[in-house]
């Protein structure tokens, strides 16, 4: 067990990050087992689920869930088999929307970034500017 303060904070956002990681691998593990079936049973959804499927995966491998070699092979798989029934993608996709749930100990907290008008971000990159030219004189 840690013994320092930075440690046990550290331990304890890797066990939560661990369990989301763990989720999001569930999640795409089940869509695409249903992508599959239904690529097998020839339906009418087909598309639809592949395209669940590609999204999951690529937000997985944007956030480094997943390798993005790994997602690229799954996608290229899937994309393979729906050539095969010379059926494509759709443009759009509806999904569900993920509830939040509480992940234990502390949980997950939302991001509430503040917007900043343009002027705001002016006068930053102003302040920030003459405070470079200041020190360089």
Request: glycine share 2%.
């Amino acid at each position: 067990m840690p013994q320092i303060k930075s440690a046990k904070k550290a331990l304890r956002q890797s066990k939560k990050r661990r369990i989301r990681n763990l989720q999001i691998k569930r999640k795409i593990r089940e869509a695409k087992k249903l992508a599959q079936k239904s690529l097998q049973a020839k339906k009418k959804d087909v598309p639809q689920k592949v395209k669940e499927v590609i999204i999951l995966v690529d937000k997985a491998a944007k956030n480094n869930i997943i390798h993005k070699n790994k997602a690229n092979r799954i996608k290229s798989k899937l994309q393979e088999k729906l050539a095969k029934l010379k059926l494509e993608l759709p443009k759009k996709v509806k999904t569900k929307k993920p509830v939040r749930r509480s992940l234990g100990v502390g949980g997950a907290k939302g991001k509430t970034a503040s917007k900043k008008t343009e002027a705001q971000k002016k006068t930053k990159k102003k302040q920030v500017r003459t405070k470079k030219s200041k020190s360089k004189k």
